[in-house]
């Protein structure tokens, strides 16, 4: 029983699409995270939800726009595509959004722009 | 916002203690010091996570000095599935959430 999954797992795309990556997490946890690691592997948050309420919305571009349907989702969803944003995304989630409680990672999506 | 400094890299031989340190000296005093790993080609994994007192748990102990600006993250006997980089970072109860992962510590166990 996979806790936090993600999907797809790799995704190839060129410049200028549009893709979504999706986020479940089976836990009953209220708050949800993107993180993205680059190449260098820094790893940085992206976006944070609790209770489908954003509460962190780091310097990103507005071509990200996370999506929580419901507690138990969160998704992102990436327009016009370049190559910069190729790099690893990872989803989490946590209890609640107070550092009293750990995190729990996905896999991992591999984001490759051409 | 609240930073972590870690070493790059250490090593150490199978089946003995391991001992990585993480240094926070501006950490508040509602700043949990939380203890992440990441094995290679997978994402982070929690290990272990503390206030103020030292904590234990099935993978790993925390040492956390009486001032708080620094803590050592224990591992009793590595394992050669202990190598990983392991990140140190900490996050507040309350306020503004910006966690920040550093470069973390890549530990390499010899067998």
């Known amino acids: 029983d996979t806790a936090v999954s993600q999907t797809p797992k790799y995704l190839v795309t060129q410049m200028g699409n549009d893709k979504s990556i999706k986020c479940e997490q089976n836990l009953g946890h209220d708050t949800m995270y993107w993180y993205k690691q680059d190449s260098k592997k820094f790893l940085k948050i992206m976006f944070s939800y609790n209770n489908k309420e954003l509460i962190i919305n780091e310097t990103v571009p507005n071509r990200f726009s996370p999506k929580s349907p419901d507690k138990a989702h969160l998704n992102l969803h990436i327009n016009s595509l370049e190559l910069g944003d190729s790099a690893v995304y990872f989803c989490?989630?946590?209890?609640?959004?107070?550092?009293?409680?750990?995190?729990?990672f996905g896999p991992g999506t591999r984001l490759t722009v051409t | 916002d609240a930073k972590t400094t870690q070493p790059n890299s250490m090593e150490s031989n199978e089946e003995e203690p391991v001992h990585l340190p993480c240094n926070h000296s501006t950490i508040s005093g509602t700043d949990y010091i939380h203890w992440y790993r990441q094995l290679p080609s997978q994402g982070p994994e929690y290990v272990i996570h503390g206030l103020t007192s030292n904590v234990n748990n099935r993978m790993a102990s925390l040492a956390i000095a009486e001032d708080r600006k620094s803590s050592t993250l224990i591992l009793h006997r590595a394992t050669l599935r202990d190598a990983a980089v392991y990140y140190c970072?900490?996050?507040?109860?309350?306020?503004?959430?910006?966690?920040?992962f550093g470069t973390g510590t890549r530990l390499k166990v010899l067998a």
């Open positions: 989490a989630s946590s209890p609640t959004h107070s550092g009293a409680y750990e995190q729990y």
């Open positions: 970072i900490l996050r507040p109860t309350s306020g503004t959430y910006k966690y920040i």
